[in-house]
């Protein structure tokens, strides 16, 4: 059940549709989310403000009958996830953008920005929106676990996507923190998770757990790369990913950065180079 342009209902509570933004590969698309019930919502994360996706955020509006917008949440300030607040603010006459104190001082001036940290909880309608912060892939990261009519779901950001996995790359990025703040997210008890990326899916707790197995087999294959011996970036690469065209070679490098951030932390690896491009090596007894 992938969403598209048109809104569909993901659960309880819970409506999205995806608009087109320009994002990472392989994506095209950011799911915009209705949260709330009883004609109250607030609108997650609109990715997008030109002619289209207002478009498609009217119909959001009208499928999920919604007759107060109580402002908009934003899981964090990344311009896929942010570029359509001012159209949004503007278009639905909002008063309120709640994201994380980290993310106020990325997002453009002029919007009724209030600080939001994790732990809060807000309503809308009958849903209680519990504020998760699930730093890792950003570090201004919030989610959302929305409970409606018995029915738990986690509207997650790039926490998780609904394939694949979430990019976690310097110098946001911190690979322990998001291993956290997946568990914080499985604490919560999710039965179903509504990513920006990709489609909803109803087995939650496996989604979250996945992206913890995916994140660990990752630094295993960091740490096996580095068996023989000291090795600088560009050949970690190769070996953990293979051979990569330009372009994501960049974001390839990023990811192994924080993996290597995490592991000199833990005092399992050493940075015995200059420059970010290493070499690295093992500890020895590490
Ligand atoms: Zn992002």
Redesign the pocket.
């Known amino acids: 059940m992938n969403l598209g342009a048109a809104p569909l209902r993901v659960a309880p509570g819970v409506w999205g549709v995806a608009l087109a933004t320009r994002t990472l590969p392989p994506w095209t698309a950011t799911n915009a989310y209705l949260v709330g019930t009883g004609g109250v919502a607030w609108l997650v994360d609109p990715g997008a403000g030109d002619a289209e996706a207002l478009a498609a955020l009217d119909a959001l509006v009208a499928a999920a009958a919604v007759r107060t917008l109580k402002g908009v949440l934003l899981t964090?300030a990344?311009e896929?996830?942010v570029g359509g607040v001012a159209a949004a603010v503007e278009r639905f006459g909002l008063d309120a953008v709640l994201a994380h104190p980290a993310a106020l001082p990325r997002l453009p001036a002029g919007l009724p920005l209030r600080a939001l940290q994790g732990g809060r909880r807000l309503v809308a309608g009958g849903a209680v929106v519990d504020a998760i912060a699930t730093p890792g892939?950003?570090s201004d990261h919030l989610a959302f676990g929305i409970a409606a009519d018995r029915a738990r779901t986690l509207v997650a950001?790039?926490l998780v996507a609904g394939s694949g996995s979430i990019w976690v790359g310097t110098p946001d990025g911190d690979v322990a923190a998001y291993l956290a703040s997946l568990e914080r997210a499985a604490a919560w008890g999710p039965e179903r998770v509504a990513p920006?990326h990709g489609p909803p899916r109803d087995d939650g707790a496996a989604v979250l757990d996945e992206a913890r197995r995916h994140r660990l087999a990752r630094e295993a294959a960091v740490w096996a790369a580095l068996a023989d011996g000291p090795a600088r970036l560009d050949a970690l690469r190769e070996r953990v990913y293979g051979p990569l065209d330009h372009e994501v070679a960049d974001f390839a490098d990023r990811a192994l950065l924080a993996h290597l951030a995490k592991l000199m932390r833990e005092t399992r690896v050493d940075h015995v180079g200059a420059g970010h491009e290493g070499p690295y090596a093992r500890r020895a007894g590490g």
Do not use: F, K, L
């Open positions: 964090h990344h896929d996830h892939h950003a950001g790039d920006s």
